[in-house]
């Protein structure tokens, strides 16, 4: 049993899974409950829990294919049962689980005849199959089968564009969602004179992560939202300095570490144990720095602006956004 608590004014709210299936290779279930809430509060927790858990959580997904031997999405293939169309389909199935960023190739190369499922692909490192069962084409004849596939982490879902790709490629549709159904329900009953709420998620996923899992990835998500609001100081952007390029020197955060202090820190802390989510970066600097493995000032510090800036996403003038964290003098080396 999960239990969690969190200190909010007087009172300790407490959350726990009161119950965990798997139903399958592709669907899993949760149950969880949040409580003691004042009245009103566990339908704003709620309707924002499912609406990120349901838009905003990332997923991987086959998002296009290639092979020489396709001249069109409905034509079909001597020897294959299934048309090309029907492959696609079951290409469009196969849910895939990854912390992958961006884009990775896969292939299927298939000698038949035979049966070909999702664990005849041979995938990158980063990337595994959630059910290997899953079925792609049949090959009745001793034929060569060779279809190269992108894949691809984002969120929500993409509908292929009807334009005509050329050298065989075809986009699939894909539904990055991983999770499938996401509801809330709420308890309400009188602690003495006070009028409180029990409330009630429960999280269907297609196995590519845990309901517990997408209930932490939801959670982040919303605070990494509402951050920007807590930055009751920082400056207003002035849309036509924006403009214009900004240009840094080169540097190693590591060379200025004497010359650098944490604004509004009085205690001397281990670097180590000075985490970037309590430099009140913004969400996207913070997942940038967190996709990349950087998780303390001190792995911050031992990077240069050279590092940085070959992370994916990753701007010079974020680079001046950390800079802007630190006390610096204005000369340094």
Not at 169 to 177: H, L, P, S, T
Not at 279 to 296: D, G, Q
């Amino acid at each position: 049993m999960v239990r969690e608590k969190v200190r909010v004014s007087t009172r300790t709210l407490q959350w726990k899974c009161v119950e965990s299936r798997v139903d399958g290779k592709r669907l899993y279930y949760g149950r969880f409950i949040l409580s003691p809430l004042m009245k009103g509060q566990a339908d704003t927790i709620g309707i924002a829990m499912r609406r990120v858990l349901l838009g905003e959580i990332e997923g991987t997904r086959i998002t296009r294919a290639k092979s020489e031997k396709i001249s069109h999405e409905y034509s079909t293939i001597v020897g294959i049962q299934e048309s090309v169309h029907e492959i696609l389909m079951n290409l469009k199935e196969i849910v895939l689980r990854s912390n992958l960023y961006g884009t990775r190739e896969a292939s299927i190369c298939f000698k038949g005849p035979g049966y070909i499922t999702a664990q005849d692909i041979i995938l990158p490192p980063s990337v595994e199959i959630v059910d290997n069962t899953q079925h792609i084409a049949n090959l009745r004849e001793p034929i060569n089968l060779c279809i190269g596939l992108q894949i691809e982490r984002n969120r929500g879902y993409r509908i292929k564009t009807f334009k005509k790709f050329q050298d065989g490629n075809y986009n699939i549709d894909a539904v990055f969602m991983p999770v499938r159904n996401a509801n809330h329900s709420i308890h309400s009953y009188v602690n003495g004179n006070e009028k409180q709420e029990i409330l009630f998620l429960e999280i269907w996923t297609n196995g590519s992560l845990t309901p517990k899992e997408a209930l932490f990835e939801a959670s982040r998500n919303l605070i990494d939202l509402f951050i920007p609001f807590l930055h009751a100081e920082e400056e207003n952007f002035n849309l036509e300095n924006n403009q214009h390029k900004v240009t840094l020197p080169l540097f190693n955060f590591h060379d200025i570490l004497v010359k650098a202090k944490l604004k509004k820190k009085k205690k001397e802390i281990t670097l180590k144990s000075i985490f970037i989510d309590q430099l009140e970066l913004p969400p996207r600097i913070y997942n940038c720095l967190k996709r990349s493995n950087i998780h303390t000032l001190l792995e911050l510090l031992n990077n240069s602006q050279e590092d940085l800036l070959k992370m994916e996403h990753f701007q010079i003038e974020d680079v001046k956004h950390i800079l802007d964290i630190f006390e610096i003098e204005k000369h340094f080396a």
